[in-house]
Nanobody, 117 residues
Framework: QVQLAEAGGGLVQPGGSLRLSCTAS????????VGWFRQAPGKERELVAT???????EYIDSVKGRFIIDRDNPNNAVYLQMNSLQPEDTAVYYC???????????WGQGTQVTVSS
């Protein structure tokens, strides 16, 4: 079973940038879509960005133009470049393959992103 490990979070000031990485223990090359989710305190986990095998990327409106998702199939990795970060981006970020109701694989520990001055 694929295990996921996220990294790259931290404390950043508004307007700053972070690059998150996710490494899968197994192959992601045949997984149609991989994505990044986030969960803010007291809120449901939400899907933020997806990257499909055909190269199509999709984002929720609040991060469009600021976040970029990339997948590296040979290295079983997924990345999220986050620019112009805002306090409302504060959350624990997780990667997974999105399916109806959640993620295809067991959730990793996530990586905390805190945007604060």
């Amino acid at each position: 079973q694929v295990q996921l490990a996220e990294a790259g979070g931290g404390l950043v000031q508004p307007g700053g940038s972070l690059r998150l990485s996710c490494t899968a223990s197994g192959s992601i090359s045949s997984t149609y879509a991989v994505g990044w989710f986030r969960q803010a305190p007291g809120k449901e986990r939400e899907l933020v960005a997806t990257h499909a095998l055909d190269g199509r990327r999709e984002y929720i409106d609040s991060v469009k133009g600021r976040f970029i998702i990339d997948r590296d199939n040979p290295n079983n990795a997924v990345y999220l470049q986050m620019n112009s970060l805002q306090p409302e981006d504060t959350a624990v970020y997780y990667c997974n393959a999105p399916i109806i109701g959640g993620g295809l694989w067991p959730w990793g520990q996530g990586t905390q992103v805190t945007v604060s001055s």
